[in-house]
Nanobody
Framework: VQLVESGGGLAQPGESLRLSCSAS????????MSWFRQVPGEERELVAT????????TYGDSVKGRFTMSRDNAKNTVYLQMTSLKLEDTAVYYC?????????WGQGTQVTVSS
């Protein structure tokens, strides 16, 4: 599956951004989809995961209550609505698709939170 993220950019603390990840080339609904983020020099961090079966979402502790992940299987797209952004949310955000046979990544989109 090919993944393309969009929606990153510059925001001030407290503002919101919405990321999108569009998938092509495969049956989207079979994949567990995730958002990760990474800061240079640090390990990639799980932001949120949405299941393939019932769209149950699990969030990383640092974003609980502020970020919302959703999926639209008809559009082959997952979203990450980010609210109450903090300086520490600055990172490259990556989309991931996983099933028993495949583990695919997008190219990433930069999110910068700065005052």
């Amino acid at each position: 599956v090919q993944l393309v993220e969009s929606g990153g950019g510059l925001a001030q603390p407290g503002e919101s951004l919405r990321l999108s990840c569009s998938a092509s080339g495969a049956t989207f609904r079979r994949y567990r989809m995730s958002w990760f983020r990474q800061v240079p020099g640090e390990e990639r961090e799980l932001v949120a995961t949405i299941s393939a079966t019932d769209s149950h979402v699990t969030y990383g502790d640092s974003v609980k209550g502020r970020f919302t992940m959703s999926r639209d299987n008809a559009k082959n797209t997952v979203y990450l609505q980010m609210t109450s952004l903090k300086l520490e949310d600055t990172a490259v955000y990556y989309c991931n698709a996983r099933d028993i046979r495949e583990d695919s990544w997008g190219q990433g989109t930069q999110v910068t939170v700065s005052s």
